[in-house]
């Protein structure tokens, strides 16, 4: 168990509809990523927060946004749901900002668009 | 934008085996992260590493900069290492997250 929450764990949904994907990270770290990993593209990075702040940005489409609140629990918000949105995504928290830092990743939500 | 490459893509070995995965990154990097993703899904980092050679039980990373290129080794292989083994490269900074590898497919037959 790495200390990081997910939740839900499965999620079912339609096009074009909204979901929000909720992650709680290790106590004491204040860095979240989240990560989205399809059978197509492997694993890619969208975001990433630190303490409240957005910190970095990869590969996340307009239609995703994600924030970080004070207690240091992130949501990712996926509008416009697509068929290819489907996926497995992760979220990890590291303690510091920076990619020189082990981050611990949470089971996953697994995304299904129908 | 960082290319990593990992080999090979599939592997299958007998028990007790020594296994070599490798990994080859394009632009010099902060560090390198090893990681485990088992058939539920799951992943836990085994190692990150930015110089030099790391051990964990069974399993030992060792990274050359000047090269580019990383290896992890697992001695005395057992079934329950049966996973998908994931290279990761960080850019420094945090500036551009992880870019990853498209993974090792490991099956270790009894």
């Known amino acids: 168990d790495s200390g990081v929450t997910q939740t839900p764990k499965h999620l079912i949904t339609a096009t074009g509809q909204r979901v929000t994907l909720r992650c709680s990270p290790r106590s004491g770290d204040l860095s979240v990523y989240w990560y989205q990993q399809s059978l197509d593209q492997g694993l890619q990075f969208l975001i990433q927060?630190?303490?409240?702040?957005?910190?970095a940005k990869g590969n996340i489409l307009e239609r995703f946004s994600a924030q970080q609140f004070p207690d240091l629990h992130s949501e990712l918000n996926l509008s416009s749901l697509e068929l290819g949105d489907s996926a497995l995504y992760f979220c990890?928290?590291?303690?510091?900002?920076?990619?020189?830092?082990?981050?611990?990743f949470g089971p996953g939500t697994r995304l299904t668009v129908l | 934008k960082n290319e990593v490459e990992q080999s090979p893509q599939n592997l299958t070995a007998q028990e007790g085996e020594f296994i070599t995965i490798n990994c080859s990154y394009s632009?010099?990097?902060?560090?390198l992260h090893w990681l485990q993703q088992h058939p539920g899904g799951g992943i836990v980092s085994l190692f990150m590493?930015?110089?030099g050679k790391k051990k964990h039980g069974r399993l030992i990373a060792t990274i050359n900069i000047q090269e580019k290129h990383s290896s992890l080794h697992i001695t005395a292989s057992h079934p329950r290492d049966s996973a998908v083994y994931i290279c990761?490269?960080?850019?420094?900074?945090?500036?551009?997250?992880?870019?990853f590898g498209k993974g090792t497919h490991l099956i270790i037959q009894p």
């Open positions: 927060y630190y303490n409240g702040e957005e910190r």
């Open positions: 590493l930015s110089s």
């Open positions: 990890a928290s590291s303690v510091v900002a920076g990619d020189t830092d082990t981050q611990y």
């Open positions: 990761a490269v960080g850019g420094g900074g945090g500036a551009d997250g992880l870019t």
């Open positions: 632009v010099g990097i902060s560090a």
